[in-house]
């Protein structure tokens, strides 16, 4: 099939759903990730994804087992694919919406919409419009963002980005509460994710689009406080570089 559409001469996305049946079958260590990628542009991972949020959990907790190994097999043109986005379902709140959106752009993961169009609320189109978001998710380096730490129900997510200065990068950094009743007050350092010393960012809430004043160092602490399954979502740029990478829709 690869063969086929590349005789065509047309740009052709080619998507694969054979790598799902090896985790089907429990046999995740059989997938040759490298032969996957030869032929598709992007290659489902997981179980079909439902408009709740245990399906979007359940696809969150299989790439986080996995991470190392779906990271090492992405690169722009071959794509880890969760599965299509839930967000405007009925089942699905907005806040929902937002750690889904936060979770498959930190993955760089395709984002293919499943909801209908002509009744799509005003809340859930400005999530799936948000400049910012599709801008890490379609960052040119590709690169699949990990799982960095976890407490309890909360995780906090890294994903090199650009611009980049002399091999530094900037970074996308995102904070999930998966608890579906608690608040969670959520505290760390920079440095303690993995965040370089000797360099400075500026830092943008890409869900609020709000921007800090000050520049931070690896040794700056944020304190967040997110709702039950939630998220918050913050781009960490080199300081020199203006914030005019956003997407054009």
Known sequence: ?????????????????????????????????????????????YDDVLGSWESITGIVRYVEKYQDILAAAQRPGGWNDPDMLVIGLPNVTV???????????I??????MSNDLRDLAPEFKEILLNRDVIAIDQDPMGI?????????????????????????????LAVVNKDELEVKEVQFSLKSIGIPTGERYHVKDLWTGEERN?????????????????????????????EEDACSL
Not at 157 to 168: A, G, H, I
Request: charged letters at 25%; a positive charge; one cysteine or more.
């Open 214 to 242: 000050e520049t931070v160092d690896s040794s700056y602490v944020f304190k967040l406080e997110l709702r039950p399954t939630s998220a918050a979502m913050l781009k960490l740029t080199l300081i020199g570089f203006h």
């Open 144 to 172: 699949m963002g990990k799982l960095v730490r976890k407490s309890e129900s909360v995780g906090v997510y890294l994903k090199p980005v650009t611009p980049t200065r002399d091999e530094k990068t900037s970074f996308a």
């Open 95 to 105: 806040d929902q919406a937002v750690v889904q959106m936060t979770l498959w752009s």
């Open 1 to 45: 099939m690869e063969r086929a559409l590349n005789a065509t001469g047309r740009p052709i996305v080619y998507a694969c759903g054979w790598p799902l049946f090896f985790h089907i079958h429990g046999k995740e260590d059989k997938i040759k990730y490298d032969d996957v990628r030869a032929a598709c542009n992007s290659w489902r991972i």
């Open 107 to 112: 993955w760089s993961a395709p984002l293919i």
